[in-house]
């Protein structure tokens, strides 16, 4: 499936060690998945306005101040052991009843943050996980508060659940298709192999299969055991954060090669991958 510029973008700062990107480089990277340069400095230009990326100089760009909490809450998942402990069988629930939902923004907003949390809805404005992270409530408390701020959310632990509500919690998540995603996923991961590549189709094909499992991984409710099979989700994330460590090695040496060439005039169309390479 295409991909979005402003999905692009944000994903290279997010992976830049030094969270910093030139225009250039935005341009090649887009280019390289056939994304127009218009497209990518369009892209740039609106990031900027809505404050998700910041001027950090000439032509260079940063995260802005809308995407800081973000970001430092997606980053996480490189840290090698996921923070979930031990589980009794409650529950953190979310109270949402009280917020409108006329607004689309903050909807999107909120739903974006449930789903990072591993939130599912229980019932309508009632949000239910696990209480199985590090910290408890009052770590999911604070996480929420710097995605979603000021929306008033109540959080707290439930427990005492009738046997018919008990299970319906747990089959909020599908455990079946998030262990056979976890296998799956870790072979294709370890079973890919760069260097037969050029390196514009090792640094696209890395791309495309370390965002899908990153997103994966980001994503992941982190449940406890027996709700999936914990040990194929540990084997999963180790294999994302290889192939995280190889991609990164694979971008860095095409975004080398491309510094390495004269710039492009404004005025001629993007560069394909038969003029790049």
């Known amino acids: 499936m295409p991909v979005a510029p ?55 760009y940063t995260l802005g101040p809308a995407a800081q909490a973000l970001a430092d809450d997606v980053s996480a998942w490189r840290n090698p052991a996921p923070p979930v402990r031990g589980w009794n069988g409650d529950w953190i629930a979310v109270h949402a009843g009280a917020l409108g939902r006329s607004d689309r923004v ?19 404005g009632l949000y239910l996980r696990p ?6 409530v009052s770590a999911l408390r604070e996480r929420l508060a710097r995605l979603v701020p000021d929306t008033g959310l109540n959080v707290f632990v439930a427990r005492g659940f009738d046997p018919g509500r008990d299970a319906a919690a747990r089959a909020l998540w599908d455990g079946q298709a998030l262990n056979e995603r976890y296998r799956t996923q870790a072979r294709t991961l370890d079973d890919w192999d760069a260097g037969p590549l050029s390196v514009e189709t090792a ?7 370390g965002n899908q499992a990153i997103h994966e991984r980001v994503f ?22 290889r192939f995280d460590v190889a991609g990164q090695a694979i971008w860095q040496t095409f975004l080398s090669g491309v510094r390495e060439r004269p710039p492009l005039s404004r005025a001629r169309p993007a560069p394909t991958l038969e003029t790049t390479s």
Not at 45 to 56: E, I, Q, V
Not at 106 to 113: C, K, P, S, V
Not at 131 to 136: R, S
């Open 6 to 60: 402003r999905r692009l973008i944000l994903n290279l700062l997010l992976g830049a060690r030094d969270r910093t990107l030139s225009a250039r480089d935005a341009v090649a990277a887009c280019a390289l998945l056939s994304i127009h340069e218009s497209s990518t400095r369009v892209a740039l230009a609106r990031l900027t306005a809505a404050g998700l990326l910041a001027a950090s100089g000439r032509g260079c």
């Open 106 to 124: 903050a909807l999107r907003a909120r739903e974006r943050a449930f789903s990072l949390l591993g939130l599912a809805e229980f019932e309508r």
């Open 131 to 136: 209480d199985n992270l590090v910290d408890g």
């Open 203 to 209: 640094a696209r094909e890395a791309f495309t299969l």
């Open 220 to 241: 992941d409710p982190l449940l406890p055991a027996p709700l999936v099979d914990t040990d194929a989700r540990d084997a999963f994330f180790s294999a994302v954060r």
